[in-house]
């Protein structure tokens, strides 16, 4: 628990870096401001926004992330992995306010204190990870998940702001939760596993769809997206298939701080993105 803590702080942090880099690679390759860019997933945005020093560091500190992730998922279940990936939102709201000088409102500390007490009790009720392995078709269909959310990220170029920004955010978080269920799958570096290219693509795929979620449309409705999509699916895969269980009688206590964190992750989803600066 303490390693997805330790995520979440790593993955929070790179968001505010990632997110002004984002907006600076759009202005940058558009001539206009943020926001003012076409529509649809762009792969060279992720090309001009690796240029970014900010983007760079948020990448180091994801694969820091990552590293950690990987050791929480293969100790506690999934459902207190991913709520505690999606409270990095607190420590974005955090690092906004300390670093960046952002005002929160009284809601939003309290959806931080929120977030904190769902921690709080998943860390209480969590149980050891699961043992069992699922459907021999689970890898397989991690793998056609992973492959139709680049399609849904295509197609949402042609989609209205908000329902745009929404499918985006789905889709990274989608990705992100390819990712969850895929390294619990993976036991040895085994080149005909297809659970180990689900978690390429789908993490390949979740960045390059946050990363155009960050430049275009509602940044609020794309992180909320997110947070559904990292959170939900794979939770209900690890204790329907994975075996992943809560501590004996604390079933219901798990369930209430799985609700309560993803409930004040989502309060705090326009830190999402990060306040504007002038690029450097």
């Not at 506690?76 to 952002?102: F, K, M």
């Not at 920004?165 to 080149?191: K, P, Y």
């Not at 219901?252 to 309060?267: I, R």
Request: contains cysteine; neutral net charge.
């Amino acid at each position: 628990m303490i390693c997805a803590l330790g995520s979440a702080v790593c993955y929070g942090t790179a968001t505010v870096l990632q997110a002004v880099a984002a907006r600076a690679a759009s202005a940058a390759g558009s001539g206009a401001g943020p926001g003012s860019g076409g529509a649809g997933v762009d792969p060279a945005l992720l090309l001009r926004a690796v240029r970014q020093w900010r983007y760079v560091a948020g990448l180091g500190l994801d694969g820091l992330g990552f590293v950690l992730q990987i050791v929480a998922l293969r100790a506690v279940p999934i459902y207190a992995v991913g709520a505690a990936l999606a409270a990095s939102l607190a420590v974005t709201a955090v690092v906004a306010a300390r670093v960046l000088a952002v005002r929160l409102c009284g809601t939003e500390w309290a959806a931080v204190g929120v977030v904190c007490a769902g921690l709080a009790m998943l860390g209480l009720a969590s149980g050891k990870e699961g043992h069992e392995d699922g459907p021999a078709a689970l890898p397989w269909a991690l793998l056609a998940v992973a492959a139709a959310i680049l399609l849904a990220g295509a197609v949402a170029g042609r989609l209205p702001g908000r329902a745009r920004a929404l499918v985006l955010g789905l889709g990274a978080g989608c990705g992100f939760g390819v990712v969850e269920v895929a390294v619990r799958l993976i036991d040895s570096f085994d080149l005909a596993n297809p659970a180990l290219y689900a978690l390429l693509l789908g993490g390949g795929a979740a960045f390059l769809l946050l990363t155009s979620a960050l430049q275009r449309g509602s940044v609020t409705t794309a992180t909320a997206g997110m947070v559904l999509g990292e959170t939900i699916g794979p939770a209900l895969v690890g204790v329907g298939w994975l075996g992943d269980h809560t501590r004996a009688g604390l079933g219901w206590l798990a369930v209430v701080g799985f609700v309560v964190g993803v409930a004040g992750a989502l309060a705090l989803a326009r830190f999402g993105e990060a306040p504007q600066v002038d690029p450097v």
